[in-house]
């Protein structure tokens, strides 16, 4: 079964500091994986997908990811944080078609 | 496209109660998704539909719940009689494909509901 661990419930970081918030997977397959952040009282966006092209993934907001299959990783990492980056993320995995959601990272943004 | 729309975004009910909520995906999509959200169990799968056909419903937690797609356009996720305990928000999501792993699922603000 197809399932992803987060690491870390809370991450903190000053404004302008590097962005890393961690994520492990387990899959019987090769899985498509997905990061979705959640602003305050606001539904689900999604920052970026991998899908078994480049490991390395850009995606929205200075936001990227790289997968890496040896250590069953997908971590996601922003250079500089922004105080608009302060909310809840979301380390997915697909399987076949359910979305299966890691239990959160809340991002707190210092100025 | 004004995106995947649910309705109400909040609701407050009194146990015993009938609760509906509502979703249209955005038009085109052949997905649609029921998701409930809560600080215990995170983001849990209710109920995922095809061609507006329930395939997949094994995450509805009891009899109480029952979620309809009469067409294309329109869902609802009913609670009958509603209980404290399914107080959570409530996300409907659509997807253009039947699998999401090409795509990505497009989620609704979320219906917030109370009951006490």
């Known amino acids: 079964a197809q399932s992803v661990t987060q690491l870390d419930s809370h991450v903190s970081v000053s404004e302008g500091t590097p962005v890393l918030l961690r994520c492990n997977y387990s899959s019987s397959y090769s899985p498509s994986l997905f990061w979705y952040v959640q602003h305050p009282n606001k539904g689900l966006q999604l920052l970026l997908k991998?899908?078994?092209?480049?490991?390395l993934v850009k995606g929205i907001n200075g936001f990227e990811a790289e997968f890496k299959k040896s250590e069953t990783s997908f971590h996601l990492t922003k250079p500089s944080a922004h105080m608009s980056d302060a909310a809840e993320y979301f380390c997915?995995?697909?399987?076949?078609?359910?979305?299966?959601f890691g239990s959160g990272t809340r991002l707190l943004v210092r100025p | 496209d004004a995106g995947v729309i649910q309705s109400p975004r909040h609701e407050v009910t009194e146990m015993g109660q009938e609760v509906t909520l509502r979703c249209k995906p955005i038009s085109g999509h052949n997905s649609l998704f029921w998701y409930r959200q809560t600080m215990m169990r995170g983001l849990e799968l209710l109920i995922y539909?095809?061609?507006?056909?329930?395939?997949?419903d094994s995450g509805m937690p009891e009899d109480r719940f029952s979620a309809k797609m009469p067409n294309a356009s329109f869902s609802t996720l009913k609670i009958q009689p509603s209980e404290p305990r399914d107080s959570a928000v409530y996300f409907c999501?659509?997807?253009?494909?039947?699998?999401?792993?090409?795509?990505?699922?497009?989620f609704g603000q979320g219906t917030r509901l109370t009951v006490v």
């Open positions: 991998y899908t078994s092209a480049a490991t």
């Open positions: 539909f095809n061609n507006n056909v329930p395939i997949d």
């Open positions: 997915v995995v697909d399987s076949s078609y359910k979305l299966i």
């Open positions: 999501a659509s997807s253009p494909q039947g699998t999401i792993a090409d795509t990505e699922a497009f």
